[in-house]
């Protein structure tokens, strides 16, 4: 019986290593994308986007709530995130370009790219209402 016992354990730890091992290059990327995400200005402008979804949907949430929704939101948002960014960049690239992000230019690109986002969206949107009438007026000679 012990030396079943002790296979069992040796068994169990044997596979907990292997999962743990498993974990660590998911756990390392989804570090430098939260890095990434942090250092690029994107998790700014994400933040922009929760703070409207509070103003229009909070109603009398306290502080608390909201922070704890916000930083779940966040989680949710690299778990979503982690196999797309891992299916175009490699772990190296992403700690090359986090490395940029540490330069004096990545920084005031990242400190510009909230308010890029908010301009260039509006102009997407332009842009897309133009497309739509110029598609239309094309198909209808």
Not at 34 to 41: K, P
């Amino acid at each position: 019986m012990k030396r079943f016992i002790f296979a069992a354990l040796v068994a169990a730890g044997c596979l907990w290593g292997i999962s743990v091992s498993a974990q660590e290059p998911q756990d390392e990327y989804k570090k430098e994308l939260r890095a990434y995400l942090e250092t690029s200005g994107s998790l700014a402008s994400f933040d922009g986007m929760i703070d409207q979804v509070f103003a229009m949907m909070a109603g009398n949430l306290s502080e608390e709530a909201k922070a704890d929704l916000k930083t779940q939101a966040v989680e949710k948002l690299i778990f979503y995130y982690t196999p797309i960014y891992k299916e175009s960049i490699s772990l190296d690239d992403l700690k090359e370009i986090n490395r940029f992000y540490q330069t004096p230019a990545g920084r005031r690109i990242a400190e510009a790219q909230p308010v890029i986002t908010t301009k260039a969206t509006a102009v997407g949107q332009q842009w897309g209402m133009w497309l739509q009438g110029a598609v239309q007026a094309a198909a209808s000679k």
